[in-house]
């Protein structure tokens, strides 16, 4: 009956405590004016130096700011290490969402926070995700108040963490897509050096939007495809469960007779007393099979109920994998642009061996015909010079055997396909 009671209570008192405590630590009076425990030269370690501000959120849809340090919210939700790891801004992890005993852990892109069945702990920040999720989540727990809803309350703060983040995801997307369309149709119609750098870094944060999209994405369909994680996000139903469990044996407790708990050993054993406590017996045996029929009931309750958390997990996986498939659409835009410019380039450089080879042909000519004025061009006689029509006629036939040849090159070249028709 007071567990319900305690960790609200409780968070605030060793909040307190370890504020007052950092304080005290910070100011560095009160038991010595030494750096260590009444020994100079031990340096003493800050205890307040471990404390992050978190944001608290109740049911009521009311929030404060708390400065809590790691070892006091693994004690209040009971929770490793490990999975406080994965809320720590200095370290960058992958999307997560994990569903423990007593609190759902949640890392979704900004959105980093603890959610148990009657508060939410969002890791403080300037983010912008991370004050629309407050706003959002008082406004949305404020008006459930006066119109309740049939999610509990994790559910509807899981619900948000995850619409903000796909929300986010989708609006990053778009703006990607408005700004690397118009650069990519400029680089297919025109290739220059400014627009390939920035194709280049449209790419990077292409590819590291799509892989920041499949975790979540992933880790989604991750959670529909195990229905012992969904299982373990009923936190409410689990509290209720473990409520009415302690509840029921402490009302055995109250109702045993002083009688039956007492029981002399110097004194012998009656038969009506034998009698009672056999029946004390088939009543204990009674209450505690009914107990593990009851929590098999609820147990096999929890797995039909899986299906609401699966369909709100299944509305949003549709949202984000439709992200994804405008990022890979956006993807393969960009590969057959880049198809495109490498056939345009290629279409030059075809072009430029065409007008290589042609050149080639015209200087072999050109050799043939400047061998032969050479040869004529030495200090030798010839009955050729005596006629200056001759020399002429040489110089005719000599040009007309080079541009024979040259049209031979360009016949031969178009047959073997090397120029186009």
């Not at 002399?264 to 209450?287: E, F, M, N």
């Not at 797995?303 to 994804?324: H, R």
Request: charge should be negative; aromatic fraction near 8%; include cysteine.
């Amino acid at each position: 009956m007071t567990e319900s009671q305690v960790p609200s209570t409780t968070l605030d008192v060793l909040e307190a405590t370890s504020h007052i405590t950092s304080r005290f630590d910070t100011g560095g009076r009160g038991i010595n004016n030494h750096q260590g425990f009444g020994f100079p030269g031990l340096k003493k370690r800050g205890h307040g130096k471990g404390n992050r501000s978190w944001i608290k959120i109740d049911k009521d849809g009311e929030s404060k700011t708390l400065e809590l340090d790691k070892t006091t919210i693994m004690r209040h939700c009971s929770l490793p290490s490990r999975d406080l790891r994965l809320l720590d801004p200095v370290f960058i992890y992958p999307s997560t969402i994990l569903g423990r005993e007593k609190a759902i852990v949640v890392s979704l892109e900004q959105i980093r926070c603890i959610i148990t069945a009657d508060e939410v702990i969002l890791m403080n920040s300037l983010d912008a995700s991370v004050v629309q999720y407050k706003l959002e989540l008082t406004k949305r727990l404020q008006i459930n108040k006066e119109e309740p809803d049939e999610l509990p309350f994790e559910f509807r703060a899981l619900e948000l963490a995850v619409e903000l983040t796909c929300t986010s995801l989708d609006s990053q997307v778009k703006e990607l897509e408005m700004e690397i369309y118009p650069v990519l149709d400029e680089l297919a119609s025109s290739v220059s050096t400014l627009n390939l750098e920035q194709v280049r870094r449209f790419k990077g944060q292409l590819l590291a939007l799509t892989q920041r999209v499949q975790k979540v994405c992933g880790e989604i369909e991750h959670l529909m495809d195990d229905d012992g994680d969904m299982a373990e996000m009923y936190l409410t139903e689990k509290k209720e469960r473990r409520e009415a469990l302690s509840s029921s044996e402490m009302y055995d407790e109250d109702n045993t007779p002083n009688a039956d708990r007492v029981v002399s050993h110097s004194t012998p054993v009656s038969p009506v007393g034998s009698i009672t406590g056999l029946k004390s017996l088939q009543r204990a045996i009674s209450s505690v099979s009914s107990s593990r029929h009851g929590s098999f009931m609820s147990s096999s309750n929890g797995a039909e109920n899986i299906n609401q958390l699966e369909m709100l997990l299944e509305a949003y996986f549709v949202v984000v994998d439709n992200t994804l498939n405008n990022l890979l659409s956006l993807k393969e835009y960009i590969d057959d642009t880049e198809d495109l410019i490498n056939l345009k380039l290629g279409n030059v450089q075809n072009q430029l061996i065409q007008g290589q080879l042609l050149l080639t042909a015209a200087t072999f000519v050109a050799t043939i015909f400047a061998v032969v004025t050479a040869v004529f061009g030495m200090n030798f006689e010839t009955s050729v010079f005596e006629e200056p029509t001759r020399f002429h006629w040489v110089l005719i036939v000599t040009g007309s055997f080079c541009g024979i040849l040259y049209v031979t090159f360009i016949i031969y070249f178009r047959r073997k396909k090397v120029f186009p028709l």
